[in-house]
């Protein structure tokens, strides 16, 4: 398969693949949060916030795995390949003991000290958090083996798996919750759900490199190459952090258990959806690398641009609709009380995703090109700036004041990220850039909104509706977006190429 098929193939399977799990997310949530309650669901998403938090413990070696096993492949580099790959598993062997011991001693002190958990709680969560101690091994192990099939290119097998993750957690989450079960059991529900996938994992990539052992080794040139890589994609990884995880926990801390649940709901929903456009735009890595690896670099300003101008413009179809119709369908969702101070939160949210959008593809590129430094610092520049604006901001305006603070911070840092990778590392131009990426894309966002403003939707009643709704409204972006020539001839020709011949391979294995 060639690279531009596989790229296209990969990107294909990692945004479908999400669709199943957003729905049955979107489905049964209010369900969930409905039998937890607010303050057991926040301790929920508080465990899920201390696994995320002590992820950072990774070093960025995921991405670095990624970048070199691709890269390496590109110079059909056996023995390189297999050093990474052993380097890399001590490295996450090691991260995963430390911190999985960090977190089950900390347990005590997060649930009765830190954290303000309702007393008749505070047993429930000190068990949850010691619980996802473990959880958060087997996350690792399953993220260095998830980075080593995604260098291989194969985000096929990847992207089925995590559909799979997010399918069996939810549907599992509410079987436990309908037997009688509580916190506790969709606690350790997280806990067998990596486990199984990374032994999966393993026997995938036995397959796969069936002449490359999985086992610890040392290699010094190699280990020095993936920490001085992980080191910096750890800052960049700092702003996903904090966002995810350190954020709830200081909710928690300032306002309460349930406040998390007001922040963590909205952001969730935007993270699922803008997780889809992340699956397209993290196949550039090791495209770019393997190009990197082949030194094709008008090649590499190509698929930049292109990459650059598919994201944003799913970005804006997203994006319109939310800002339109997020605080209705929080209220058709999950009730009027909780769309008061939720709805406010999501179209804020709203702002700062689409900012981050804007950074994908940049990321991903420098970082393929083996220059994780310049996004590191930036997103090391961008936490700070959040962490400087949220905790005033949750004192002012309370959960309003979180989310404000991370819509201004990203809205400071993204554009100039922007500009500095166009003029700095890719050799573009402000204005070739913002007409070949960003101008048709724009334009078709703001016709796309002049209809759907006008619908009334304070006399939508019913939720299914509104989805029908939002989702005409974004057709709506997508044909207006063939019609102002936002994707090229040979794109739309690359896509239908593929499409026919994916038939065509679907068609003969009936046959069989």
Not at 289 to 308: D, F
Request: net charge positive.
């Amino acid at each position: 398969m060639k690279m531009g098929e596989r790229t296209l193939n990969n990107a294909l399977f990692s945004a479908v693949s999400g669709l199943l799990p957003l729905a049955l997310s979107l489905i049964f949530w209010p369900y969930i949060v409905g039998r937890l309650g607010e303050s057991s669901y926040g301790i929920f998403a508080l465990v899920g916030s201390v696994i995320g938090y002590f992820a950072l413990l990774d070093l960025g070696l995921g991405t670095a795995v990624v970048k070199y096993v691709a890269e390496h492949v590109g110079r059909q580099d056996t023995r390189q390949i297999k050093e990474v790959i052993g380097v890399s598993f001590s490295l996450f062997l090691a991260a995963g003991v430390i911190g999985m011991l960090l977190i089950f001693l900390l347990a005590d002190v997060l649930a009765s000290r830190l954290l303000k958990i309702p007393p008749d709680l505070i047993r429930a969560a000190y068990l949850s958090f010691s619980a996802a101690s473990l959880g958060f091994f087997f996350t690792m192990l399953m993220t260095l083996f998830a980075s080593i099939i995604n260098g291989l290119s194969r985000y096929d097998i990847s992207s089925i798996t995590s559909a799979a993750m997010g399918v069996v957690s939810t549907l599992g989450a509410v079987a436990l919750l309908r037997a009688g079960f509580g916190l506790l059991a969709l606690v350790w529900l997280n806990v067998a759900v990596p486990a199984g996938v990374s032994l999966f994992y393993f026997f995938v990539i036995r397959h796969l490199l069936p002449d490359i052992p999985i086992r610890c080794s040392f290699h010094a040139a190699s280990c020095k190459r993936v920490l001085h890589f992980g080191m910096y994609t750890t800052l960049g990884r700092i702003t996903d952090v904090i966002t995810r995880q350190v954020a709830p926990l200081l909710i928690g801390v300032l306002l309460g258990v349930d406040a998390v649940t007001f922040y963590v709901i909205p952001f969730t929903i935007l993270n699922r959806l803008t997780a889809l456009l992340g699956r397209i735009g993290v196949v550039i890595l090791p495209a770019i690398s393997e190009l990197q690896g082949r030194q094709r670099t008008e090649t590499i300003r190509l698929l930049y641009l292109t990459s650059y101008r598919i994201i944003l413009s799913f970005a804006f179809a997203f994006s319109v609709s939310l800002l339109i119709f997020g605080a209705r369908f929080l209220t058709l969702w999950m009730g009027p009380d909780f769309s008061r101070q939720g709805g406010t939160v999501l179209l804020i949210l709203t702002v700062g995703v689409f900012f981050d959008l804007c950074t994908y593809v940049p990321s991903f590129v420098v970082n393929g090109l083996g220059r994780p430094k310049i996004s590191g610092f930036t997103a090391l520049s961008q936490a700070l700036l959040f962490l400087g604006l949220m905790i005033p901001g949750a004192k002012v305006a309370g959960i309003i004041g979180v989310a404000s603070a991370y819509g201004l911070s990203l809205a400071i840092v993204a554009p100039f990220f922007v500009w500095f990778i166009n003029h700095n590392v890719i050799g573009l131009s402000t204005v070739r850039f913002c007409m070949e990426t960003c101008t048709r894309p724009l334009l078709t966002g703001l016709v796309t909104a002049i209809p759907l403003l006008w619908v009334p939707k304070a006399d939508i009643h019913n939720i299914f509706l509104l989805l029908a709704v939002m989702a005409s409204g974004m057709g709506l972006y997508f044909v207006l977006a063939l019609v102002f020539g936002v994707y090229r001839a040979q794109e739309r020709g690359i896509l239908m190429e593929y499409l026919r011949k994916a038939a065509g391979r679907l068609r003969g294995r009936r046959a069989l």
